[in-house]
């Protein structure tokens, strides 16, 4: 592959860790969990979408755009990541919230919501849950025309086939370090939702022959749904690069079984996992992706999974900013 064909902004001064959760695997007894921290990424709070915007924001740069526009649910780590991004850049960013869960805009709440405003976002159009979001994008960027500007539509979680160029990116930087580390990998355990993320991973995985299975763990959507659109966004990525040979159906793995009643809707195994993660290794997730999906990894690997000995890389996605509005989810007993 030959990612530098492909403009790319930096926001994040080199590689990602990658280091042991001893505690974890020892608790656990068997496979060998590892971490990679993609939550240490650039971006104001960091997490996986800063990969994204690498891509997205430089062909936003080239097109002359002055506006960045994307949407995301309430609490979005996405908008919070696009939004710094334009800040960094001096663009401007409008963005459109889907009330997912009805009522759950609150102006004066914390987390993402207080950055959004921190970081002095230009417009925020909430609107209710099954809104169609690409349009709605589409007529702010008409009303930007209108007054002789010109903003740049990023599609949900940036995951479109260039932004998804940002975890094939993430894909060889795991390579190289896992040969530099002397760890051979043997599976990788990632968060999937908007998708690009997921299909990114496998795009380059397969596009290096790597031959390291990935399981996304859902957030949101049934197994067969989501793995459909992992297939087909993970298809799109392998035509950019130009890589010919399709990814075989069986290396689209997803697991729907952590995602409680809904998304962001919390579940006890997602708390048990940031209470765990947070207690035996200091590590911070968050309640609606990398909670559910360390849920996944944890139960996974206690029902025997993956076989003892083996290396299991879990990829932290961030979201930890969101932490502060969800205190009673994540503290709950369980
Ligand atoms: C967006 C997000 C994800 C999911 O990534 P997708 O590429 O949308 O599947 C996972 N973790 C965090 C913290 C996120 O913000």
Same mark, same amino acid.
């Given at each position: ?20 959760? /001893? ?38 740069? &080239? ?5 960045? *526009? ?5 609490? %979005? ?26 009522? %759950?805009?609150?102006?004066?709440? %914390?987390?993402?919501?207080?950055? +959004? ?28 025309? $209108?007054?002789?500007?010109?903003? +740049? ?15 094939? $990116? ?41 031959? *390291? /299975? ?6 949101? !959507? ?9 297939? $087909?966004?993970?298809? %799109? ?10 990814? /075989? ?5 997803? &697991? ?30 968050? /309640?609606? +992706?990398?909670?559910?999906? &360390? ?20 990829? !932290? ?8 509005? +969800? ?8």
């Amino acid at each position: 592959m030959h990612l530098s064909r492909f403009p790319r902004r930096r926001y994040t001064a080199g590689p990602t860790p990658i280091h042991a959760l /001893p505690n974890l695997t020892k608790d656990i007894g068997g496979a060998n969990l590892f971490i990679k921290r993609d939550d240490l990424l650039g971006g104001a709070g960091g997490g996986n979408k800063t990969r994204k915007l690498e891509f997205l924001v430089a062909d936003a740069l &080239a097109q002359g755009a002055d506006t960045l *526009i994307t949407c995301g649910a309430v609490q %979005s780590n996405h908008c919070r990541l696009t939004l710094s991004a334009a800040c960094t850049e001096g663009l401007k960013c409008q963005l459109v919230l889907e009330e997912r869960v009805a009522k %759950s805009y609150d102006e004066d709440a %914390s987390g993402n919501n207080f950055l +959004y405003r921190l970081m002095g976002v230009e417009k925020i159009n909430v609107v209710p849950g099954g809104t169609d979001l690409g349009a709605a994008m589409v007529e702010t960027a008409a009303a930007l025309a $209108a007054q002789g500007r010109k903003g +740049y539509i990023i599609p949900g979680g940036g995951s479109n086939s260039l932004g998804a160029l940002g975890y094939v $990116a993430c894909a060889e930087e795991m390579l190289a370090q896992s040969f530099e580390m002397g760890l051979r990998i043997d599976h990788v355990v990632v968060a999937s939702g908007s998708g690009g993320t997921h299909a990114g991973i496998l795009a380059g995985i397969h596009g290096n022959n790597a031959q *390291i /299975p990935v399981t996304g763990v859902s957030v949101r !959507h049934p197994q067969a749904r989501q793995e459909a659109s992992i297939a $087909a966004l993970a298809a %799109s990525v392998c035509d950019r690069l130009g890589i010919a040979a399709p990814i /075989p159906a069986g290396e689209v793995r997803v &697991a729907d079984a952590y995602v409680g009643e809904g998304y962001s809707l919390p579940t006890d195994s997602m708390a048990e996992a940031v209470q765990t993660f947070a207690r035996r290794e200091g590590i911070l997730l968050d /309640p609606v +992706y990398t909670g559910k999906a &360390a849920a996944g990894l944890l139960d996974l690997a206690r029902t025997g999974h993956f076989a003892a000995g083996e290396n299991v890389l879990f990829v !932290h996605t961030g979201g930890a900013p969101s932490l502060y509005h +969800y205190r009673a989810d994540v503290l709950r007993s369980v």
